[in-house]
T-cell receptor, first 114, second 118 residues
Framework: KAGVTQTPRYLIKTRGQQVTLSCSPISGHRSVSWYQQTPGQGLQFLFE???????NKGNFPGRFSGRQFSNSRSEMNVSTLELGDSALYLC?????????????FGDGTRLSIL | AQKVTQAQTEISVVEKEDVTLDCVYETRDTTYYLFWYKQPPSGELVFLIR????DEQNEISGRYSWNFQKSTSSFNFTITASQVVDSAVYFC???????????????WGLGTSLAVNP
Protein backbone atom coordinates (compact mmCIF):
# COMPACT_ATOMS: atom_id res chain seq x y z
CA LYS A 1 0.00 0.00 0.00
CA ALA A 2 1.53 3.32 -1.02
CA GLY A 3 2.14 5.74 1.81
CA VAL A 4 1.30 9.40 2.04
CA THR A 5 2.87 11.23 -0.88
CA GLN A 6 3.83 14.87 -0.73
CA THR A 7 5.02 16.95 -3.64
CA PRO A 8 7.30 18.65 -4.19
CA ARG A 9 9.95 17.48 -1.70
CA TYR A 10 11.85 20.74 -1.83
CA LEU A 11 10.83 24.23 -2.82
CA ILE A 12 12.60 27.57 -2.86
CA LYS A 13 10.58 30.76 -3.07
CA THR A 14 11.11 34.45 -2.41
CA ARG A 15 9.22 36.75 -0.09
CA GLY A 16 5.87 37.85 -1.37
CA GLN A 17 5.33 34.87 -3.64
CA GLN A 18 2.73 32.22 -3.06
CA VAL A 19 3.10 28.46 -3.00
CA THR A 20 0.91 25.38 -3.30
CA LEU A 21 1.84 22.08 -1.72
CA SER A 22 0.19 18.80 -2.56
CA CYS A 23 -0.62 15.72 -0.52
CA SER A 24 -2.01 12.37 -1.63
CA PRO A 25 -3.22 10.33 1.32
CA ILE A 26 -3.03 6.60 1.67
CA SER A 27 -5.65 4.98 -0.53
CA GLY A 28 -8.92 4.79 1.37
CA HIS A 29 -7.95 7.46 3.90
CA ARG A 30 -10.36 10.35 3.96
CA SER A 31 -8.88 12.61 6.61
CA VAL A 32 -5.89 14.79 5.80
CA SER A 33 -4.09 17.06 8.26
CA TRP A 34 -1.30 19.54 7.69
CA TYR A 35 1.48 20.52 10.08
CA GLN A 36 4.30 23.01 10.03
CA GLN A 37 7.60 21.94 11.58
CA THR A 38 10.34 24.43 12.46
CA PRO A 39 13.32 24.09 14.79
CA GLY A 40 12.07 26.86 17.06
CA GLN A 41 8.36 26.09 17.26
CA GLY A 42 8.39 22.36 16.64
CA LEU A 43 5.32 20.80 15.06
CA GLN A 44 2.27 22.98 14.83
CA PHE A 45 -1.12 21.94 13.56
CA LEU A 46 -2.38 23.89 10.57
CA PHE A 47 -5.71 22.34 9.62
CA GLU A 48 -7.57 19.12 8.98
CA UNK A 49 -9.84 18.18 6.11
CA UNK A 50 -12.41 15.46 5.87
CA UNK A 51 -14.91 14.93 3.07
CA UNK A 52 -13.72 18.09 1.35
CA UNK A 53 -14.52 20.21 4.42
CA UNK A 54 -12.15 21.86 6.84
CA UNK A 55 -12.98 20.33 10.22
CA ASN A 56 -10.34 21.80 12.47
CA LYS A 57 -7.95 24.70 12.29
CA GLY A 58 -4.82 25.76 14.14
CA ASN A 59 -3.64 29.27 14.98
CA PHE A 60 -2.18 30.38 11.69
CA PRO A 61 -2.95 33.56 9.75
CA GLY A 62 -5.32 33.58 6.83
CA ARG A 63 -2.38 33.45 4.41
CA PHE A 64 -2.42 29.73 5.08
CA SER A 65 -5.29 27.94 3.41
CA GLY A 66 -6.11 24.53 2.11
CA ARG A 67 -8.62 22.40 0.36
CA GLN A 68 -9.48 18.80 -0.21
CA PHE A 69 -10.74 17.20 -3.36
CA SER A 70 -13.31 14.48 -3.84
CA ASN A 71 -10.55 11.88 -4.14
CA SER A 72 -9.25 13.00 -0.70
CA ARG A 73 -6.12 14.57 -2.13
CA SER A 74 -5.34 17.85 -0.45
CA GLU A 75 -3.51 21.02 -1.27
CA MET A 76 -2.16 23.67 1.01
CA ASN A 77 -1.57 27.22 -0.15
CA VAL A 78 0.49 29.94 1.45
CA SER A 79 0.21 33.43 0.01
CA THR A 80 2.48 36.45 0.47
CA LEU A 81 5.32 34.31 1.74
CA GLU A 82 7.43 35.54 4.63
CA LEU A 83 10.88 34.46 5.74
CA GLY A 84 9.33 32.84 8.80
CA ASP A 85 7.34 30.48 6.61
CA SER A 86 10.51 28.51 5.92
CA ALA A 87 9.73 25.11 7.37
CA LEU A 88 9.06 21.47 6.75
CA TYR A 89 5.38 21.04 5.93
CA LEU A 90 4.02 17.64 6.81
CA CYS A 91 0.83 16.04 5.65
CA UNK A 92 -0.81 13.18 7.54
CA UNK A 93 -3.75 10.97 6.69
CA UNK A 94 -6.04 8.63 8.56
CA UNK A 95 -9.03 6.56 7.48
CA UNK A 96 -11.64 8.84 9.01
CA UNK A 97 -11.91 11.67 11.46
CA UNK A 98 -13.21 10.16 14.66
CA UNK A 99 -11.64 8.49 17.63
CA UNK A 100 -8.16 10.03 17.70
CA UNK A 101 -6.66 7.56 15.31
CA UNK A 102 -2.94 7.44 14.65
CA UNK A 103 -1.93 9.42 11.64
CA UNK A 104 0.31 8.35 8.80
CA PHE A 105 2.76 11.01 7.74
CA GLY A 106 4.41 11.81 4.45
CA ASP A 107 8.06 12.78 4.07
CA GLY A 108 7.16 16.44 3.96
CA THR A 109 7.86 19.39 1.70
CA ARG A 110 10.80 21.51 2.76
CA LEU A 111 10.03 25.11 1.89
CA SER A 112 12.79 27.70 1.93
CA ILE A 113 12.04 31.39 1.60
CA LEU A 114 14.83 33.66 0.37
CA ALA B 1 -3.89 25.50 28.41
CA GLN B 2 -2.76 22.35 26.72
CA LYS B 3 0.96 21.82 26.63
CA VAL B 4 3.45 19.02 26.11
CA THR B 5 6.94 19.31 27.55
CA GLN B 6 9.86 17.16 26.56
CA ALA B 7 12.56 18.53 28.78
CA GLN B 8 15.37 16.53 27.22
CA THR B 9 16.45 18.23 24.02
CA GLU B 10 19.21 15.79 23.16
CA ILE B 11 20.29 12.46 24.57
CA SER B 12 23.35 10.49 23.56
CA VAL B 13 23.85 6.89 24.63
CA VAL B 14 26.04 3.98 23.69
CA GLU B 15 24.45 1.01 22.00
CA LYS B 16 22.80 -1.49 24.36
CA GLU B 17 22.16 1.11 27.03
CA ASP B 18 18.62 1.65 28.22
CA VAL B 19 17.24 5.14 27.71
CA THR B 20 14.09 6.89 28.94
CA LEU B 21 12.53 9.83 27.15
CA ASP B 22 10.39 12.02 29.34
CA CYS B 23 7.06 13.58 28.44
CA VAL B 24 4.97 15.77 30.71
CA TYR B 25 1.63 17.14 29.59
CA GLU B 26 -0.92 19.68 30.74
CA THR B 27 -4.60 19.55 29.95
CA ARG B 28 -7.88 20.50 31.57
CA ASP B 29 -9.78 17.75 29.80
CA THR B 30 -10.50 14.47 31.51
CA THR B 31 -10.64 12.74 28.13
CA TYR B 32 -7.55 12.89 26.00
CA TYR B 33 -5.08 10.81 24.04
CA LEU B 34 -1.32 10.71 24.19
CA PHE B 35 0.94 9.67 21.37
CA TRP B 36 4.58 8.99 20.68
CA TYR B 37 6.01 9.40 17.20
CA LYS B 38 9.50 8.76 15.87
CA GLN B 39 11.10 10.93 13.20
CA PRO B 40 14.19 9.32 11.69
CA PRO B 41 16.63 11.38 9.59
CA SER B 42 14.52 10.69 6.50
CA GLY B 43 11.88 13.04 7.96
CA GLU B 44 8.78 10.87 7.96
CA LEU B 45 6.99 10.73 11.30
CA VAL B 46 6.26 7.18 12.36
CA PHE B 47 3.49 6.39 14.83
CA LEU B 48 4.65 4.36 17.84
CA ILE B 49 1.81 4.30 20.36
CA ARG B 50 -1.50 5.86 21.36
CA UNK B 51 -2.86 5.79 24.90
CA UNK B 52 -6.19 7.18 26.11
CA UNK B 53 -6.60 8.91 29.44
CA UNK B 54 -8.67 6.09 30.92
CA ASP B 55 -6.07 3.41 30.38
CA GLU B 56 -3.13 3.72 32.72
CA GLN B 57 -1.72 0.29 32.06
CA ASN B 58 1.88 0.34 31.01
CA GLU B 59 2.64 -1.12 27.64
CA ILE B 60 5.56 -3.05 26.28
CA SER B 61 6.28 -3.68 22.64
CA GLY B 62 9.55 -5.47 22.09
CA ARG B 63 12.32 -3.18 23.28
CA TYR B 64 9.91 -0.28 23.71
CA SER B 65 7.86 0.38 26.83
CA TRP B 66 5.68 3.22 27.98
CA ASN B 67 4.85 4.37 31.50
CA PHE B 68 1.67 6.44 31.80
CA GLN B 69 1.19 8.16 35.16
CA LYS B 70 -1.87 10.40 35.40
CA SER B 71 -0.90 11.49 38.91
CA THR B 72 2.21 13.19 37.55
CA SER B 73 0.82 13.90 34.05
CA SER B 74 3.65 11.99 32.49
CA PHE B 75 3.90 9.53 29.62
CA ASN B 76 7.50 8.37 29.49
CA PHE B 77 9.04 6.16 26.85
CA THR B 78 11.85 3.69 27.50
CA ILE B 79 14.00 1.94 24.94
CA THR B 80 15.74 -1.12 26.31
CA ALA B 81 19.05 -2.25 24.86
CA SER B 82 19.17 0.67 22.43
CA GLN B 83 20.41 0.19 18.89
CA VAL B 84 21.91 2.57 16.35
CA VAL B 85 18.70 2.35 14.31
CA ASP B 86 16.87 3.92 17.24
CA SER B 87 18.63 7.21 16.51
CA ALA B 88 15.90 9.68 15.70
CA VAL B 89 13.88 12.54 17.09
CA TYR B 90 11.04 11.33 19.28
CA PHE B 91 7.90 13.38 19.76
CA CYS B 92 5.24 13.15 22.40
CA UNK B 93 1.83 14.60 21.50
CA UNK B 94 -1.53 15.26 23.15
CA UNK B 95 -4.97 15.20 21.58
CA UNK B 96 -8.05 16.33 23.43
CA UNK B 97 -11.67 15.39 22.92
CA UNK B 98 -13.03 12.22 21.44
CA UNK B 99 -15.95 13.54 19.44
CA UNK B 100 -15.86 13.17 15.71
CA UNK B 101 -14.69 16.34 14.08
CA UNK B 102 -12.83 17.49 17.13
CA UNK B 103 -9.95 15.16 17.56
CA UNK B 104 -7.11 16.21 15.43
CA UNK B 105 -5.56 19.26 16.98
CA UNK B 106 -2.49 17.49 18.24
CA UNK B 107 -0.31 19.47 20.60
CA TRP B 108 3.30 18.41 20.18
CA GLY B 109 6.34 18.50 22.36
CA LEU B 110 9.49 19.92 20.82
CA GLY B 111 11.00 16.46 20.58
CA THR B 112 13.99 14.68 22.01
CA SER B 113 16.85 13.94 19.67
CA LEU B 114 18.29 10.54 20.53
CA ALA B 115 21.70 9.54 19.26
CA VAL B 116 22.70 5.94 19.80
CA ASN B 117 26.40 5.48 19.19
CA PRO B 118 28.02 2.16 18.33
Amino acid sequence: KAGVTQTPRYLIKTRGQQVTLSCSPISGHRSVSWYQQTPGQGLQFLFEYFSETQRNKGNFPGRFSGRQFSNSRSEMNVSTLELGDSALYLCASSPWIGDNQPQHFGDGTRLSIL
Amino acid sequence: AQKVTQAQTEISVVEKEDVTLDCVYETRDTTYYLFWYKQPPSGELVFLIRRNSFDEQNEISGRYSWNFQKSTSSFNFTITASQVVDSAVYFCALSEGINAGNNRKLIWGLGTSLAVNP
